[in-house]
């Protein structure tokens, strides 16, 4: 497992933007993916996006494609959810996760508020 801390979140005015991100307390040998979830109050668990390692291939939900983009700082073992064009029903707790195949994830980060006021 490995420690994920998101970070960037808060109140935003629809149509503003946010740029959350995902520090992993270390990187990862192997391939893997990291993907973008959030969860609103009374909702289920909704899939945002991925970047896949080491090819940094993208894909997102079709409720984000063309407002949000994931990028990486391999550095900085650092992923990053911007989002563009924000709507209040974008507000949610958005959290990251590793996995290694699809659907299987060994490490969650804690989740950060993003809040769109109309």
């Known amino acids: 497992q490995v420690q994920l801390v998101e970070s960037g979140g808060g109140l935003v005015q629809a149509g503003g933007s946010l740029r959350l991100s995902c520090a992993a307390s270390?990187?990862?040998?192997?391939?893997?993916?990291m993907d973008w979830f959030r969860q609103a109050p009374g909702k289920e668990r909704e899939f945002v996006g991925l970047?896949?390692?080491?090819?940094?291939?993208?894909d997102y939900a079709d409720s984000v494609k063309g407002r949000f983009a994931i990028s990486r700082d391999i550095a900085k073992n650092t992923v990053y959810l911007q989002m563009n064009n924000l709507n209040p029903e974008d507000t949610a707790v958005y959290y990251c996760?590793?996995?290694?195949?699809?659907?299987?994830?060994?490490?969650w980060g804690q989740g950060t508020q993003v809040t769109v006021s109309s």
């Open positions: 270390r990187r990862t040998s192997s391939a893997f993916h």
């Open positions: 996760a590793r996995g290694f195949r699809p659907g299987e994830y060994d490490s």
């Open positions: 970047i896949k390692w080491p090819s940094g291939n993208t």
